[in-house]
Structure formats: C-alpha cells, structure tokens
C-alpha cells in the first residue's frame, strides 16, 4: 500500500519506520527542512514510562494555584480570547478526579511500557545512535511533604509492576554522585530503575535514515493546507507541492493535528502546552547527573547527554506561541545551578521552546477514524518520545488489520464522542 505520514516528529518517523519494514510504500510530509525540527527537537530526554501520569490528577487543581504563585514557577496561564483554550482547560479539570486519574493512568502506562519495551527490541534491530543511557531517573524530593505525598504514586507503580527504590539523600548521591555537593537541600528520592534517557533528536534523526534505507521518500519544505473528501473517504492531501495521493494516511502533525482534522469534522481535543529547554555543554562531568534528575518543586528534570547537559521544563497555557521570553527560562537556570552548579555551562546554554501536543486525558489519540483510509497518531503531550515507539507498532498493527498485542480500550479517538 502507498501510505502518506503526515508529520515528521518523532511520532511520524516511527510510524514510517514500522510502515516501511511491513513493506508498504511510505512518503512523509512535513513543513520543515527535516525530521524533528519542531517539538521533538530539544525535549528533556526521558524515555520515562515510569512518569507517565496524566497532568490532570486528584490535588492538580488546588497546586496548580501554588505553582502560579510560586517564585519560579512551574505553571504559567496567559488569559487569551480564545474559547478552545477554555474548554481544554475545563476538560482537563473534569479528568481531575481519582477515577478519571486511575483510567488515564493506566492507559499511559500501558502505552508506555509496551513502547519501552519496543524501544528496546527497535535497538536489537538496528544500531541508531542517540547518546542512550539505561540508567533510570530519580525524582528528588527537597521536602518530607513531598517524599510522604509519593506514598500514592508508590502504590500506582507496585500495582502497575513498574519497579522503584525510595532512596533517603545518601542514596540519591549514591546514585547520582554529583549531588552528594548539595545533599543538604534534599530530602530523599523516588529511583525508577527502568527508566532510559537520550537526545530524541538525534534518534529522530536516524531513525529517518533508516527509513530511507528502507525506501521511505521524504517531502520536507512542504506544508500541508488540507484533506480532500471524496464518497466519503479521503482523496488526498493539499500541500504547498500539490495534491498528493496515497491509499492510507496517517496524521502525525502534533499540535497542530486538530486544525486539520477539524477541516473534516473530526474533533481531537489537542492543546499546545508551552515547555522551554537548555541546552549547556558539559564542563566538568563529576558535577554533572549521570542520568535524568527531576527536581519535584520546579518540575524541572536534568538529564545528562554525552557531552551536554539538557534542562526541560515548566508547563505554559498560551496558545500557538513560540517566542523565548528569557524569564521563562529562570526555573531552568536556577535548578541546573542549584543541584549541578559547575557541571555544565550555562553562558553557553541553547535556550528552546517546544508545544507539548496535550489531551487533557494525558492518553495519546491513537488508530481509525470515521473515514476508511485515515488514521490518527497524535496527542502524545508530555511523554511523546516515550510513547512512540509503541504507539507506532500499535497502528501499524492497527493499519494492516492486524489486533494490537496491547488492549486498545480507550486510545481511539472514539472515547471523547462519549
Ligand atoms: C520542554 C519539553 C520537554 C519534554 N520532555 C520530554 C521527555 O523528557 N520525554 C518525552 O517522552 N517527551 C517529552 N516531551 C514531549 C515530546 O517532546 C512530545 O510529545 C513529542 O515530541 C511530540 O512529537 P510529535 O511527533 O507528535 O510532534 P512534533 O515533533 O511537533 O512533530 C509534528 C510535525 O508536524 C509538522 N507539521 C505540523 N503542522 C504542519 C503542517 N501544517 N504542514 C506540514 N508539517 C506540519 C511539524 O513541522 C513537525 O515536524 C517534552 C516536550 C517539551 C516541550
């Protein structure tokens, strides 16, 4: 089959990857000059399907009102005169719930997991390099509150089979030596060993090479203006190269998948949330973390690349907006120098900012629409790296006919219809 993947983020190259090993015939699309050039550029390197939680939790509501108010803040909200914003935001707040969280959860997971697992038969595969470590994540707690609040996600993650170490703050410099310099500011940790970290950009990037190897065709510079109808099905693609054909699509377009979806009545209830990263080269590695910290106060996670360090975080409501206004990267700063001070140099730092393409379920849209030949593979938010993997074998699954090996209750689109 010819098969047109729209988008080539991390999640568009995967799901050509898996396309093109089936054998079919893929082209990809995108508006960039290349393969990950928008959010899956400089994201914050956590293969973490440990952490994968929805962001609309039980408690969500009431601490989001904390972290608006706190000095460095974590969350940000720019009141715009926009109504898709609002009702994301209220969907989001009706997700808050224990029984919304425990479904969401437990979608996410199960994603995510399977993803890892994907990841690492993908790995056995082919040889893609992508400074890649397997040596966990730590969430570091600066506060008892903190450390005693992650009984219940203690208890998620035993039901869930995902292992984990409650470390005291010896422990956390046992396993990240360079915090034994700041072991004063902290109280304890959660370790999930299970956990990767890599630059996904650079797996991005080859994993599109290995699709060309397998005959993948590439339309970059190219953007993509519409769906065209026709007995009820697609026809084809408008893009700024013309009409282009093909007998299954894929949309992979991220944040921006709802406004083409929209076009032909499909509705994904995708929000861009606004996250900014640094970038700072290595300087003296005994200062640096050897694998990803998250700083639970700032929700700022720190994760060492081979030669750099890479700093991701804070959660912006502000639209299509992709300007670095630099107080937004203060949270960043002051992390990265507080538990790493000397590891990395900050004067040299990339600032960057990227659109988390959010549901407010946390769970990705994955699978068949109303029309034959169209299929969805969006909405991947916070975790999107650590989902793609899966989330491309599952619809190449799902594209050729096949049953999933993962449950797909609840991943469609067809769950927001409810
Ligand atoms: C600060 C930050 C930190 C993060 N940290 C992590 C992390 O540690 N681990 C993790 O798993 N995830 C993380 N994420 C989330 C992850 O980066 C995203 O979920 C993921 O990159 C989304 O991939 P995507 O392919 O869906 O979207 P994108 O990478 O945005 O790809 C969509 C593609 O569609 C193209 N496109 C869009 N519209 C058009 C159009 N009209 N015409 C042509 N082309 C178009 C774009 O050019 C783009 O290439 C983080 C995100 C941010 C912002």
Known sequence: MRVLVLGSGVVGITSAWYLAKEGHQVTVVDRQPGPALETSYANAGQISPGYSSPWAAPGVPVKAVKWLMQDLAPLAIQPKLDGTMYKWMMQMLANCTEAAYQINKARMVRIAEYSRDCLRELRQDIS????????????????????DGSLA???????????????????????????AHVKHKIVGGLR??????????????ALADECAKLGVEFKYNTSIDG??????????????AGKLTADRYVVA??????????????????????GYSLTLPLIDESRAPVSTVMDETYKVAVTRFDDRIRVGGTAEITGYDLSLPEKRRANADFVVSD?????????????????RPMTPDGTPVLGKTKYKSLFLNTGHGTLGWTMSVGSARYLNDVINGRTPEIDSEGLGVERYAR
């Open 128 to 147: 893609i390099p992508y400074e890649h470590r397997e040596q966990g994540t730590l969430q570091v707690f600066r506060t008892q509150k903190q450390l």
């Open 153 to 179: 996600d203690q208890a998620i993650l035993k039901e869930a089979g995902v292992p984990f170490e409650v470390l005291d703050a010896n422990g956390c410099a046992e396993r990240e030596p360079a915090l």
């Open 192 to 205: 999930l060993p299970g956990d990767e970290t890599g630059d996904c950009y650079k797996f991005t990037l």
């Open 227 to 240: 769906l065209d109808l026709e007995a009820g099905d697609i026809s084809g693609v408008q893009t700024s």
């Open 253 to 274: 377009l991220g944040s921006y998948s709802p406004m083409l979806l929209a076009q032909i009545g499909i509705k994904v209830p995708v929000y861009p949330i606004k």
């Open 339 to 355: 538990l790493f001070g000397g590891g990395g140099d900050l004067s040299k730092a990339e600032f960057w900012t990227g659109l």
